[in-house]
């Protein structure tokens, strides 16, 4: 599996993608931080926090990750390679782990250098008034959860067609639905306790819940949850060939 894990980084970075991921985080959120004007922009906001970065980046999520995992089986079927690499010693399950855990590598790696920005509003902060570091902890720990999430639905989705496009839409459209699909039919179904388990039910009411800087179990299971689900479902699909 190891050696699965560091040829899918390696594809990764031997092409533009992983480098065009980070370089896209991070430009579209320092735009957004830095240098659009607006209550976004932390310089006209005038108070030192990184709520900015966090509200933009699961929006620029939803396209990278999808962007990231598009090929990782959708290549494989069109290329009729994905036997060949079943011949291996190696199992569904561990294939498609190394591939999800390389395309979570790729999303962490954009998201550390957005420490910098921490750094930049640490320095411009008061003593009186210094950042939330607590919230601003959880808010990332958030982040790379969210980013895993949707790491494992966009495995999934390359898993189902051998079109990589298709795979991309499909993949963004699955991301935008356990995102904000559950708060949207929960406003709408009931304002009582079956709307709030509807809500419960989706990435955005956990990932605003780890923003407060409270790490509630419940959160993180979530996460590991949805994710363990469309990784097994990724292998379900896999093995569906031999059926």
Known sequence: MKSLFLREVSAFFSSLTGYM???VFLVINGLFLWV????????DAGYANLDTLFVISPWVFLFLLPAITMRSFAEERKNHSLDLLLTRPVSELQLVLAKYAASVLVAVMAILPTLFFYVAIVALGSKEMPPDTGAILGSYLGLVFLAA???SIGIFASSLTDNSIIAFILAVLLCFFFFLGFNSVGYLSSQGAAG???INLGIDAHYQSMRRGVIDTRDVVYFLSLSLLFILLTRTKLNSRNW
């Open 36 to 43: 659009f004007p607006g209550e976004m922009n932390l310089l």
């Open 149 to 151: 999430a949707y790491a």
């Open 21 to 23: 991921v980070i370089v």
């Open 196 to 198: 709030n388990l509807i």
